[in-house]
């Protein structure tokens, strides 16, 4: 069954600037997809279609065969719940601190865990960010916010991950986590779909690779399986 | 969570609620002083109601006694007169003598003073309703008549007043409510548009927009609830240093604190609309733009 189905999707912003052109798309369960393409090409707007932080101009997006359309407020923030975000610019509260920007995530999420403090220093370490705990994002640097960012997604474990430029400020060995922690996602049989235009992520050859030009799908070829 | 959700709606606001703060605290004073006038001025109509009256002055000599018993015999066949009361010339000197200079008794008879007095007749009205009425009637017998002059009482101004100020007043009321919920509307619109950003990624991440209308009720109730309570004291220490001055307790019998105390029912549905009701709903439309 399809997770996520794009129909006809267009998306024009006003007043005529058309950033998604036809989009027709199919999104497995277990899949893993990267979106790739120059700057502009309309990644970030496919995938804020995706998580509803936009609505499409025309065209209907399906999950599990429901129309977006028909999903309630109330429906979609219990399937934001089960999903995990890696946003491009980051979207963290920047007056709250580090730990308490994963543990809102964490709670959210509705997931139980015997000791919270300690699981969330468990990721916090394996970022090297454990010592920046309780220092506030705005003091944190652009590339220590993205990482948390990155933590607050996948901490949740969650059945979708989707991720907009997870790795655009991040050093190499940041990067070399990210890619082993979305590996053992996806032999979870867990849904991926990563926006990205890193070669270093793009040559891992991780899964199908779907090109946008101009808003437009040119192609979707199957790298890996 | 909540405590989160609390810095989060604090951190950068807490500058708008104390404004809020000093907003219902004036307003809330104002609505109390509002009210307390309006009563007040009502409970005294009250007592003075049945004794509104109308004086009619006729300047006429004593000679034109009959004149005079003729006008009151017609005026007693008027619709809207209960009572009427005749002072003759001598009655009024009587009670003012003692006011008037002394160098008119040594120039004047009694009797030559009195002729210059004119007789006063008290008309009182069937009902408070029947006082504009009655007036009217008068004011036509005045204008046939030169010799006649009509006198309202302080007091009967007042109660006619008093009993013109009902709608006027629940008009005011009512604009002062819609401007109180105009305040509420523009309060919760500009901290949505001010913690756009923070509230767009809560939901993002899963979070329901219900966390957000309580915790902004909670605030709001709170800071209001602080205006509330302290701009009550001091409207009731006012009013009853008002009350003692104006000698109101006497006259009405209760004083503010008791007349406070007696309407705790009131006060009670008053508190849980100004404070619960009005901004939960607004609340809950001002967030209307963040749902699917």
């Not at chain 2, 307003?27 to 007592?47: H, M, P």
């Not at chain 2, 008290?122 to 009902?127: E, G, H, L, V």
């Not at chain 2, 909670?218 to 309570?229: D, P, V």
Request: aromatic fraction near 18%; glycine fraction near 4%.
């Amino acid at each position: 069954m399809n997770l996520f189905s794009f129909q006809n999707v267009n998306k024009i912003y006003p007043p005529y600037f058309k950033a998604l052109i036809n989009i027709n798309l199919e999104i497995k369960e277990g899949d893993f997809i990267i979106l790739t393409g120059s700057t502009g090409a309309g990644k970030t707007t496919l995938l804020k279609l995706l998580y509803r932080e936009e609505k499409p101009t025309s065209g209907e997006i399906f999950y599990k065969n429901i129309s977006y359309s028909e999903l309630k407020t109330r429906q979609f923030n219990q399937l934001r719940q089960k999903w995990g975000i890696i946003f491009q610019d980051y979207k963290l509260f920047p007056d709250l601190s580090v730990y308490e920007n994963i543990k809102i995530s964490l709670i959210l999420s509705g997931k139980k865990f015997k000791n919270m403090k300690i699981f969330i220093y468990e990721y916090l370490e394996r970022f090297l960010l454990a010592h920046k705990a309780q220092k506030k994002i705005k003091e944190l640097s652009g590339g220590e916010q993205q990482k948390v960012g990155v933590i607050r997604a996948l901490i949740r474990d969650p059945e979708v991950l989707i991720a907009d430029e997870p790795t655009g400020n991040l050093d190499p060995d940041s990067i070399k986590e990210i890619l082993q922690i979305l590996k053992e996602f996806h032999n979870k049989g867990k849904t991926i779909i990563l926006a990205t235009h890193d070669p270093i992520i793009i040559n891992q050859k991780l899964g199908k690779l779907i090109r946008l030009k101009q808003g437009e799908l040119i192609n979707n070829v199957e790298l890996f399986e | 969570m909540w405590s989160y959700l609390s810095r989060l709606e604090l951190k950068n606001s807490l500058i708008y609620y104390l404004f809020l703060l000093i907003f219902f605290f004036f307003w809330n004073f104002f609505s109390l002083f509002t009210i307390y006038l309006y009563t007040n001025f009502q409970k005294i109509a009250d007592i003075y109601k049945n004794r509104v009256y109308l004086n009619l002055i006729i300047y006429s000599q004593k000679s034109d006694n009959t004149t005079v018993t003729n006008l009151v015999n017609n005026l007693k066949q008027l619709l809207h007169v209960k009572k009427v009361e005749v002072f003759p010339p001598e009655k009024i000197f009587q009670k003012i003598k003692n006011s008037l200079p002394s160098e008119i008794f040594k120039n004047y008879k009694k009797n030559e003073i009195i002729n210059y007095f004119p007789y006063v007749v008290k008309i009182y009205p069937t009902s408070f309703k029947s006082y504009s009425l009655l007036k009217n009637q008068l004011q036509l017998l005045k204008s046939s008549n030169n010799k006649i002059d009509i006198y309202e009482a302080k007091i009967s101004k007042m109660v006619n007043f008093a009993f013109v100020l009902k709608p006027g007043f629940f008009c005011f009321f009512i604009i002062w409510i819609v401007f109180y919920i105009l305040f509420l509307l523009f309060f919760n619109y500009f901290l949505n548009s001010f913690l756009d950003k923070q509230i767009q990624i809560f939901i993002l991440l899963g979070g329901s927009l219900n966390n957000f209308k309580i915790i902004r009720l909670f605030f709001i109730s709170a800071f209001s609830s602080i205006a509330f309570i302290t701009s009550t004291i001091l409207f009731l220490y006012i009013a009853n240093n008002l009350s003692n001055i104006f000698n109101i307790t006497k006259l009405t019998q209760s004083s503010s604190y008791f007349l406070f105390s007696n309407n705790l029912f009131n006060i009670f549905i008053y508190y849980i609309l100004t404070i619960l009701v009005f901004p939960a709903i607004i609340i809950w439309f001002s967030y209307k733009k963040y749902e699917n």
